[in-house]
């Protein structure tokens, strides 16, 4: 690799850590980040909390931790890892759309639904986020029964605070595997939904459509990684994972283990016995707990110590 070529590398891994904030498909996209604190405000306020909002939502001791800096390495190191190791399988994701449309012609060759363009891209939209869902939900819920695979998930679990920016505090394994899940599953269906289009809709079209993701983003995600304790009516988190089950999923409390799993929708978790609603649950502390917390407080342990545990973690698996 010559001076201009590493040059041009930099210059991605900047691009893709920077898009974290400009672009709308990102959960810390900027905009964002503004009405998660319209809405941390509102709570701030009913919750008749002490003290100065701009206190509360930027505390020092959130944003300045040592698991805070922790997080912010890791996107930083994540992005080298999407520019070298994962770029060449979001082209995957095009070429199994493309294959599984092929598969399908060959097979039934070009048929005419009936749907109408907008029909197939609003069924689309429902079916991505729905499927993408399902397939997170499954890919989590083994990260915590799989020891092995918990080794890296551990990282996640690690952040003493909780911040927007947590969300990205992923080991680079567990980045890659859930990258590839996500590539497997919009792409057939990516494939599947252009079969049925009969070439009336481009593959570009259908890759970006994300109105059901924006919403998401727009009221509130963020909050999922933070204080702010934003619960839904109860009878809404059987069906929506609301911001305060998903920090109780991050509790260091052993009756909180294992529970809301799913990223949007509650379902899946009430379906495998794993739902827990804010309605019975107050004070929440974060991390794995005492004994393991030292073991994830750097940046470097962070990277190292789920490979140093992965002997122990197969010895338990085959006991």
Same mark, same amino acid.
């Given at each position: 690799m010559?001076f201009?070529?590493f040059?041009?590398?930099l &210059?991605?891994?900047?691009?893709?850590? %920077?898009?974290?904030?400009?672009?709308?498909?990102k #959960?810390?996209?900027?905009?964002?980040?503004?009405?998660s604190?319209?809405?941390?405000?509102v709570?701030f306020?009913a919750?008749?909390?002490k003290g100065?909002?701009?206190?509360?939502?930027f505390? #020092?001791?959130?944003?300045?931790?040592t698991?805070?800096?922790t997080?912010y390495l890791?996107?930083?190191? =994540?992005?080298?890892?999407?520019?070298?190791?994962l770029?060449?399988f979001?082209g995957?994701a095009l070429?199994?759309?493309?294959s599984?449309e092929?598969?399908?012609?060959?097979?039934y060759?070009?048929?005419?639904?009936?749907?109408t363009?907008f &029909?197939l891209?609003?069924?689309y939209?429902?079916?991505?986020v729905?499927? =993408?869902?399902f397939? +997170?939900?499954?890919l989590?819920?083994?990260m915590?029964?799989?020891?092995?695979?918990?080794e890296?998930h551990k990282v996640?679990?690690?952040?003493? #605070?909780l911040n927007?920016? +947590? &969300?990205y505090r992923i080991?680079p394994i567990?980045l890659?595997?859930n990258n590839l899940g996500e590539?497997?599953?919009?792409?057939i269906l990516t494939g599947?939904f %252009?079969?049925?289009?009969?070439?009336?809709?481009?593959i570009i079209t259908?890759?970006?459509?994300?109105?059901?993701?924006?919403?998401f983003?727009?009221?509130?995600?963020n909050?999922r990684?933070s204080?702010v304790?934003?619960?839904?009516f109860?009878?809404?988190?059987y069906i929506l994972?609301?911001?305060?089950q998903?920090?109780i999923?991050?509790?260091?409390?052993p009756?909180h283990y294992?529970t809301n799993l799913?990223?949007r929708?509650?379902?899946?978790d009430?379906?495998?016995? +794993?739902? %827990?609603?804010?309605k019975n649950?107050?004070?929440?502390?974060?991390g794995?707990?005492r004994e393991?917390? =030292?073991a994830?407080n750097?940046?470097?342990?962070?990277?190292?110590?789920p490979f140093? =545990?992965l002997?122990?973690?197969?010895?338990?698996k085959?006991t």
């Amino acid at each position: 690799m010559d001076f201009s070529e590493f040059i041009g590398l930099l &210059q991605e891994i900047f691009k893709v850590a %920077l898009s974290y904030f400009v672009s709308p498909s990102k #959960r810390v996209f900027w905009l964002y980040l503004i009405t998660s604190a319209i809405i941390a405000f509102v709570i701030f306020k009913a919750s008749k909390t002490k003290g100065n909002f701009i206190n509360y939502l930027f505390n #020092r001791k959130v944003w300045l931790s040592t698991s805070a800096i922790t997080d912010y390495l890791l996107i930083l190191f =994540n992005a080298i890892v999407k520019v070298v190791v994962l770029a060449p399988f979001f082209g995957f994701a095009l070429y199994i759309a493309k294959s599984t449309e092929h598969f399908f012609v060959s097979k039934y060759g070009i048929v005419d639904t009936g749907f109408t363009n907008f &029909q197939l891209i609003l069924i689309y939209t429902i079916l991505i986020v729905v499927l =993408n869902d399902f397939i +997170t939900f499954i890919l989590h819920y083994l990260m915590h029964k799989i020891p092995f695979l918990w080794e890296f998930h551990k990282v996640h679990h690690s952040a003493r #605070r909780l911040n927007p920016f +947590t &969300q990205y505090r992923i080991h680079p394994i567990e980045l890659i595997i859930n990258n590839l899940g996500e590539v497997f599953s919009k792409g057939i269906l990516t494939g599947l939904f %252009l079969f049925l289009a009969a070439g009336k809709i481009s593959i570009i079209t259908f890759l970006g459509v994300n109105i059901l993701n924006f919403l998401f983003y727009f009221f509130g995600a963020n909050l999922r990684h933070s204080h702010v304790k934003f619960k839904y009516f109860n009878f809404l988190e059987y069906i929506l994972i609301s911001p305060f089950q998903h920090q109780i999923h991050h509790s260091n409390n052993p009756a909180h283990y294992d529970t809301n799993l799913g990223s949007r929708f509650a379902f899946w978790d009430w379906m495998f016995g +794993t739902l %827990l609603t804010s309605k019975n649950v107050d004070k929440i502390g974060f991390g794995l707990g005492r004994e393991e917390d =030292n073991a994830y407080n750097t940046f470097s342990k962070n990277l190292i110590t789920p490979f140093k =545990n992965l002997p122990k973690a197969f010895f338990k698996k085959n006991t």
